[in-house]
């Protein structure tokens, strides 16, 4: 499976480059992600539980940056095994270009799949491999912005509504 889209991203390129070397922001946006440790320079490990057709799995894997030209481009890889379900690979390369308000994040993404997973013909994994690389950006599209979904208490509100972007303004 092979995609390519693009978004824009109402935030600057250090911003956005910072936010995908961020391991909290990552888990964050991986659909299913239950646990992600490490770092962008030796590699995450990931626990993720997804659901795809009939099957369901716990996949446990490695998700590796690579080709880091910062902050222009870089290289997101990832594989796990979920057992008797098989396993899924892919790929993700992504570029940052400055716009007139933000940042254009692109990316194309591979998958692969094997095992029972690869039994379940292209039709349903492409589906939800375009599903999961759509979910993944928009994800960190709302979190780098801070438009994600606001909690119910006002103070936890205000300060969802700053986001991602104003806590590493905080930090740098």
Do not use: H
Not at 50 to 56: E, M, T
Not at 127 to 143: P, T, V
């Amino acid at each position: 499976m092979e995609l390519s889209a693009e978004r824009d991203i109402s935030a600057d390129r250090e911003t956005v480059w910072a936010a995908l070397m961020d391991p909290e922001v990552l888990r964050q946006c991986v659909p299913g992600c239950q646990e992600l440790t490490g770092t962008p320079e030796d590699g995450f490990d990931a626990v993720v539980v997804q659901k795809v057709g009939p099957v369901k799995a716990t996949f446990k894997g490695k998700v590796t940056l690579s080709d880091m030209d910062r902050p222009n481009s870089l290289t997101l890889n990832g594989e796990g095994k979920g057992g008797a379900a098989g396993f899924a690979k892919g790929g993700a390369d992504v570029r940052l270009g400055e716009i007139e308000d933000g940042t254009r994040l692109s990316y194309d993404v591979k998958a692969s799949v094997g095992g029972k997973l690869a039994q379940l013909g292209s039709r349903i994994i492409d589906g939800f491999a375009k599903k999961m690389a759509d979910q993944f950006f928009k994800r960190f599209q709302e979190i780098v912005e801070g438009t994600g979904e606001a909690p119910q208490d006002e103070a936890k509100e205000s300060s969802q509504k700053q986001g991602w972007l104003s806590r590493f303004k905080k930090d740098a």
